[in-house]
Each structure stands twice: as C-alpha cells, then as structure tokens.
C-alpha cells in the first residue's frame, strides 16, 4: 500500500503485507526511493568506485614490491621479525574477537538450512581465515617497512624500541604521542573547514548514520579499538614506513616519495559517498602530505597514533552520544587509549626528574645489514647423467598405449552430451536482431554482447537422475528444455534503463526465451488480469505451446505509475512427459502494460528435496576447515623451505620472468578477445567509458595475478631443479627429446583413458548422479577463439607442469618414508572429496576417479618421465592441446573442426621438431626402428 499525502521529493510512504495462508507472514514499512534517482546516484558511485578502484591497483604494486623487499631481506638475516610478529598477532587477536564480537549481529541472518553446529563453526574458521589474513598482511607490512626505515632513517627511533619501557619514557616519545593526538584534531577540523568550503561549490555527501551496528556487538568499545588499530597500523605501515623510503630510493626524490603515497592512499578512499567522485581523494591525499612530512621530520610513532586516534574517536561517536553511562565510558576509554603511554612517561619524568635518554633506541643502534653485491659466480654447467628408456621399459608402454586406445571406443552418455554449436555467432546475433526487429525496434539503437549461458542447475540433473535415469534427463534437455544452453545475446542502452536479452538455441538458432527490460515509470497500457492472461496464453500458443496440458499455478500483478505488470506460470499437469516425479516443467510470461515483454522455460524441483540437499552440517564445515588448515600448513612448510633454498644457491630469474611476462601479457589479450562477452556484465547506470575503465583495471588485475603466480611457480621449480634451464638448451635437450615425445605421449594418453574409466564407473554405479552437469566452451564467445584455446594451453600447460614437478620433488626429498608417501595421498584425496557428495557411494565413486588419476600420474612419473625434465612441460602442454582438439571437434562448429585440424598441425610439426632438430632424419630409418621395439 502507498500512504495517501505523504511524498518527499518523489519518495512515497508505502506498506508491504503478507499473506501465508490465513495469516500475516511479513509486515515492514519503508520509503519507496524513485529508480531513475538511484540509478543517477549508482551513475554518481561509479566514478568513486573505479577511482577507488585505480588506487587499489597501485596499492597492490606496492604490496608486491613489500613482498619482494621482505623476501630479499629476510634472506640477508635483516628482518625483525619478533617486532613484525608481535604486530601480526595483535592484529589477528583483534580481528578475530570483532568477528566473535559481532556474533550478535550475525546470527540475526542465521540460515535455518543449516545446523547449529555448521553456523558456529563455519563462523570460527572463516574467523580464524580472515584474522590470519590480516596478521599475515601486517607482518609483511611490518617486516619489510621496518628494514627500510632502520636503514634510511638512521637517526629516527626504532620502532622495535619506541614501545620498550625505555622507549617510552624518552622525550621523543612524549613528543610524537603529543604531536599525533594533537595532528587528530588539527585533521578533524581540516576536514571540517574543507568541507565547508567545498560545500560552497556543490560538493555533498549523503546523510548517514556511521557504525551504527556496533551498538548490537556484544562489547561495542571493542570495535573501536579494532578500527583505530588495525587500519592506521596497515596504512602507515605500507604508505609511509615502507612506501617513503622506496619511492625516495627508486626516485631519488624526496618530494615524489612524499605525493605519490599520499595520492594512492587518498584515493584509495574515494569510494565513500562523497560528491563529486574526487573531492574525498583529493581532501585525504591533501593531509596525507601533510603526515608524509611529519614522518619525515619525527617518525613513525607520531603518524601512527594520529591515525588511530582520528579512527577511534569517528567510531566512537556513536557510543558517546548514547548517554549510556557504560557507553560512555568505555567508548571514551578505547579512543583515549594513547593517553595512558603519555600518562605513563609523564609520571617517569615526575619521578626521575628528567625523561630518558633515545641515543640507545635509534636505528643507528639497532644497525642494518649492509647489501654488498655479490660477484658473479661462475657458472658450472652440470653434466647430465640421462640412461634412456630400456626396451622393456618401451615395450611396456606401447602395450599400455594400446590398452589406453581401446577405452576411446567404449560409449558413456553424459549430462548435456548431445549440445553442439554449428551456428556461427555472428548468424546467433543477426537472428536476436531479427527477433527484435520483428518485435518493431531498431537493433541500430542499441549496443549489443554475446555470450554462451547456462541456464541448468546441476540439481535438477541430481533429481533426474536419482528419480530416472540420465537417458531421461538428457531426453528432457534436448526437447523441453531448450533453453538449458544458449547464446546469450543482449541489446543494451547505456545509462537507459531499457535492455533486450535474447537466449537463442545454439544448434537450432531460434530464440528460445527472451526478457524486455524497462523502466518503472515507462508508460503502458493497464490492462486486467483476463486481458493479461489472453495475451499470454496468445504468446504461448504461438510457441506452439499447448495449456490444455498445463494450469496456471501462481499469478500476481504490480500496479505501477504508468502501467502494470502482471506475472503468470504455467506448471505442467500430472502425467506430462517432461514430468519426471514431482520435478515439473513450468513456463513464466511476464506481461508489461500490453506487451510480453519476457517468457522462460524452467524446472520446479520439491522444496523439502532441495533443502535436504543443501542443506550443511558441522561436519561440512569441519572438511572445510581441514582443506584450509592443511592448504595452511603446505603453504608454511613451503615458504620455510624455499627461504633456506634461496640462501643456499642463486636462482636465475630472468627466464622465470620473461615465461611468465608473456603468459600474463598472452592472458591479458584473451580477456581483450572476450571484451564483447565481459559487456553482458554492464551495468546501464554506468557510462560505458567508466564501465571500461574499471574494465582494464580488472584485467591489469588478473594480469598481475597471472604473472605472480606462474613467477613464483617457475622460480619455486628452478630453485628445486638446478639443472632445469640447462635441460632446455639445444645440444642437452637432444639427449632428452625422443623419451620425451614416448613419455608424454604415454602419460596424456592414460589421463584421457582414467577419464573414460571413471565416467563407466560412474555411470554404472550412481547412474551418473556423481557429475549431474556440463561444462560450456565460452571460448566460442571470443573474437579468435583458437588463440583464447591456445592462450588457456600455454597457461595451463605451465601450471600443470611446475605443479607436478613440486609433487614430485616432495615425495622423492621431503617424504623420506615409503609408509607415508602412501598415508598422504589417500588422506588429502579424502579430505578434498567435492562438498556436494551426499552418500556413500557417490563418495567412493569420486574417491576412486581421483585416486586413478593420481596412481597413474605417479606411475608415469616413476617409470617413464623420471627425471626427463622436457617431458614434464611436454605432458602439460600436450594434455590441454589434447583437450582443445576433442573440444573443438566434439562441439560441431565449422570453424571449430578446421581449427582442430590446425592444432593438429601444429601438435604434429612440434614433435617433428623436436624429434629432429639438428640431427640427420629419416623417417624410414626412424619407423622400422620404433617397429622394431
């Protein structure tokens, strides 16, 4: 209901009921915000969240330049690392108690399909997770930011000393607690007056009432602490303790080490609600110079307790103006809280008669390993010691091989098998823009994406198949359910709130279903339910559509300013033959004013069946916290060791650097090609530029994540394996090459037959319930889709390789007993078993896919690659070449065959290369010996 006479500035007083039953199942009041105003003030919030959003790209270069900094330093034994843990662990103590703090609060959204038991400790671990995050962030920070500022700023005090007794009784500590409380109100009021200012020239911020949940939290003055400590220790720490002296260092300025942090991390708060989009960056980066010079002139210490103080007191606000006399208090208490270091040195003055002397605490004292160069050693080339495969060895795998064929031959149906993509996309989009046409629009106004979509859930094959047979629910894909796979193609406005969404079938190329998006103000007809319900059942009946088997199971309408829209669904009758039990086929129309403006096809499963099924139970929530505790434990175990490796021997990074450059730059041009498929993610209350900038900062995002990730694998193996880089030179990779080709030949093959095994086993003891799903090849959807495959290859490949060659360095050197080189495997198979298997046998069904997978790996590392470093590269880059040529020939488009063919060519022309680089060939000789094993 809308209150009558009550109306601010378009904003209407409204009421919601309802009905369950003969009951009142929900009641709330709320102003009902027009959509055009929010979707200006979402175009408004897109500005601040994409400038937010450059400055975090910055932030995370910085990051990584305070992780290599904290890897090269603690490498020279010139890391303090009991100061940089004393912080990470009060950071991880304050973090977790806010997350029990807030239990309060979150319990309210307690999901009632879950135990307890899974609430609670779902709670815990992801508690546990965020708060060793942040510890983990702090101790980095602080590590590699205190090795900078000992070493540039001799004559400052040292922060492992600042908070010693000794520390704090000096008078450079009373002095820099004294100036940063001070520097507290001097901010507030510069943000007053600045505001004030700015209010004079438009600027304006929404009203709001901040941190107004911490009344709920179980300590409210907690809280406070929490957000003074924790950002002002992780901002100061990485913007001022490291980020100055780098930059000074790289610069070699002292007035770009001073602006180029403070701009980063003023903007890197642009995303609050202020107006326009930079005037909150430009205020913050204005005092951020500010607090770079008084870093520079005193230390640390005083820009630290500034930042807390100003945190503490906003957030404390809240519990001052309550009048609560606890509330009071406390919240008083917890923003007050650097007073008591200051009271404390007051009294050791009053009592000594003088403050202490600093000449002890200085980082002159604390000293600094001096990072000489170290020359250049010579390289020694190792010999290498290869003893080829024996004839027995190779005998042995043309007979596996063999075996391994025979498995291509044997059939298993799979969910969705029969979907292929004949249909070019540029034909997908002309036949949506002739639908719409049809319908009396222009395509020409509008911008347009496309895309491959899924709209199948895999628990509706789950119940399909547990109540049928796969048969069945593949038969029921394929005929009633067209709209399972589609082109997605999708006719856009920017900042228009009007969109076509057309889903076209991809082996028949017919619109299948389709939603017309419009404004809440766009003017219609108002039509009556019956009229409504005689255009819809006309819609469906040109969809050839017959109701008579089918009744109207929901229906309900929404009066509008200029129209209404009225909601109908059909659910086929009992007996229907896409009905398999009580999962029924149901069909929406959607009818605006008079048009229908949207129809879809979809499957209503039980709700009590579906709860059982997802629902979760304290022992999910304990296998997560194992996968996480172990992956935890590796990822220590690894570190620990990789530290003492890179102290003991020199590690050639150029290589490493220049592989993993260009896979990141070969990732980044993949995502370019999707550019068309990453718009059906547009919001129209972004202006496309924005929206395209944010774009490119994501992908640079994922670029550097790339680029980390196969850098820190890559150097991770070359450290394992000295001799690695040597194995790829021209005259050492001969000794290596035709065992290399037969292994890796061997190896893929075998994958792809332990595929085909586990799919019988599958089949034929779950009926396919274990993999209820399909996959999709969104690289269709690329503008070249066989350089997006062959980006995917390379990066894979990579991946796969370095991976297996840190499994195998593992079990051979760091697991020394036979015993446990057993125990481990079948444990970790175990523990990360799918979330979603439900019994027994689904369980060991996948335990012993799994299983497979890793014997045979196991065995072809142990019997066949062995110590054959190319094979292992060979094996990772030919496994997912593989995997692109089935994938291009099994999806039934044109060009998707012609460029098998071409990956064939180039598989073909590798090992031809490989096989013969500088040495005489000929392939008779090369037959008849290869027969003649």
Not at 638 to 659: C, D, G, N, T
């Amino acid at each position: 209901y809308k209150e009558k006479d009550v109306e601010i500035y378009n904003a209407t007083y409204r009421f919601e009921i309802l009905v369950q039953g003969n009951k009142i199942g929900k009641y709330r009041e709320y102003l009902k915000i027009p959509e055009e105003w929010k979707r200006e003030y979402q175009h408004l919030r897109s500005l601040n969240t994409t400038t937010a959003a450059m400055a975090e790209i910055f932030s995370l270069i910085i990051s990584i330049a305070a992780l290599i900094i904290f890897i090269i330093r603690i490498s020279k034994r010139d890391v303090r690392l009991r100061t940089a843990i004393i912080f990470g662990l009060i950071t991880f103590c304050l973090q977790l108690f806010s997350v029990f703090n807030r239990i309060p609060i979150t319990v309210y959204n307690f999901d009632t399909n879950q135990s307890l038991g899974n609430f609670y400790s779902t709670l815990i671990i992801l508690g546990i997770l965020k708060s060793l995050f942040f510890g983990l962030l702090v101790t980095l920070i602080a590590g590699a930011g205190e090795a900078l500022y000992r070493q540039h700023y001799a004559k400052k005090m040292s922060l492992t000393k600042t908070f010693s007794l000794q520390g704090m009784k000096t008078k450079r500590f009373f002095f820099s607690l004294l100036v940063g409380i001070t520097l507290a109100f001097v901010f507030m009021a510069f943000q007053t007056f600045f505001y004030l200012s700015a209010k004079r020239y438009g600027a304006w911020s929404p009203a709001e009432v901040p941190y107004s949940e911490i009344l709920n939290t179980a300590f409210p003055w907690m809280f406070v602490i929490f957000a003074g400590f924790t950002p002002a220790v992780i901002e100061e720490f990485t913007f001022r303790m490291f980020s100055i002296p780098f930059i000074e260092k790289v610069s070699k300025s002292k007035v770009l080490a001073i602006l180029i942090p403070a701009a980063i991390w003023g903007f890197a708060h642009a995303n609050y609600p202020n107006q326009p989009f930079w005037i909150r960056g430009v205020e913050v980066s204005i005092f951020g110079i500010i607090i770079g010079v008084v870093f520079l002139k005193l230390n640390i210490l005083a820009v630290l307790v500034w930042h807390y103080t100003v945190d503490a007191l906003y957030s404390s606000l809240i519990l001052i103006r309550t009048g609560n006399t606890y509330l009071v208090i406390s919240g008083a208490l917890a923003a007050g809280i650097m007073l008591i270091p200051l009271l404390y040195n007051l009294i050791m003055y009053i009592k000594n008669g003088r403050f202490a002397s600093s000449r002890s605490i200085t980082n002159e004292i604390e000293g600094t390993v001096k990072l000489v160069e170290v020359e250049e050693k010579v390289k020694v080339i190792p010999e290498i010691k290869y003893k080829p495969l024996s004839k027995k060895r190779l005998r042995t795998g043309v007979i596996l091989g063999l075996i391994f064929l025979i498995t291509f031959f044997i059939h298993v149906e799979k969910v969705g098998e029969f979907y292929r993509y004949p249909v070019q996309k540029r034909e997908i989009v002309n036949t949506a823009k002739r639908f719409i046409e049809n319908r009396g629009v222009d395509p020409k106004n509008f911008k347009y994406a496309v895309g491959l979509e899924k709209n199948y859930k895999s628990i509706w094959g789950r119940y399909a198949i547990e109540n049928s047979s796969l048969e069945k629910l593949n038969t029921v894909l394929a005929q009633y359910l067209p709209n399972s796979s589609v082109w997605y193609v999708r006719f856009f406005k920017p900042l228009e709130k009007e969109e076509y969404r057309v889903y076209v079938n991809p082996m028949d190329n017919v619109v299948v279903s389709f939603n017309h998006i419009i404004a809440e103000t766009a003017p219609g007809y108002t039509l009556t339910k019956e009229n409504a319900i005689l255009r819809a059942e006309a819609f469906l009946a040109q969809q050839d559509i017959d109701l008579s088997e089918f009744e109207l199971k929901e229906e309900f309408s929404h009066q509008l300013e200029n129209r209404t829209d009225h909601t109908f669904i059909w659910e086929a009758r009992e007996g229907y033959p896409s009905n398999i039990n009580e999962e029924k086929l149901r069909f929406k129309v959607i009818v605006k004013g008079d048009e229908v403006s949207s129809f879809d096809r979809f499957y209503k499963l039980p709700e009590d069946w579906v709860r059982v099924q997802t629902q979760r139970t304290v022992f999910d929530s304990i296998r997560i916290g194992l996968q996480i505790g172990i992956i935890l434990t590796l990822a220590v175990v690894a570190i620990l060791f990789f530290l003492k490796r890179f102290k003991s021997q020199s590690i050639e990074w150029k290589p490493a650097i220049v592989v993993s450059l260009v896979i990141a730059l070969l990732v980044i041009l993949g995502e370019i090609l999707l550019y068309k498929k990453a718009q059906l993610e547009y919001n129209t209350t972004w202006s496309v530029g924005v929206w395209n900038i944010l774009w490119i900062l994501l992908t640079l995002l994922k670029g550097i994540g790339v680029w980390g990730l196969i850098l820190l694998l890559i150097i991770s193996i070359v450290a394992l394996y000295p001799h690695l880089l040597y194995s790829f030179k021209m005259d050492r990779r001969q000794v290596y090459s035709t065992d290399a080709v037969f292994s890796s030949a061997l190896l893929i093959m075998g994958l792809f037959a332990i595929s085909k095994i586990s799919s019988i086993i599958a089949s034929s003891w779950t009926g396919g319930i274990a993999s209820p799903d399909f996959v999709l090849p969104n690289f269709l959807a690329s503008q070249l889709p066989p350089l997006n495959v062959f980006i995917q290859v390379c990066f894979k490949g990579v991946v796969a390789a370095c991976v297996i060659g840190l499994i195998t360095f593992s079990l051979k050197n760091i697991i020394s007993k036979t015993i446990c080189k057993i125990i481990i495997p079948v444990v970790l198979i175990a523990v990360f078993m799918p979330l979603n298997v439900d019994t027994i046998l689904e369980f060991l069904v996948n335990y012993i896919s799994v299983a497979l997978f890793v014997l045979w790996i196991w065995i072809g590392i142990r019997y066949f690659l062995r110590d054959n470093i190319p094979a292992y590269i060979y094996s990772g880059l030919g496994f997912y070449m593989v995997c692109a040529i089935v994938d291009f020939i099994k999806f039934g488009s044109p060009r998707g065959k012609l460029s098998a063919y071409f990956f064939v060519l180039i598989l073909v022309i590798g090992v031809i290369l490989i096989l013969t680089e500088k040495r005489s060939f000929n392939i008779k000789v090369k037959l008849r010996e290869y027969f003649n094993r």
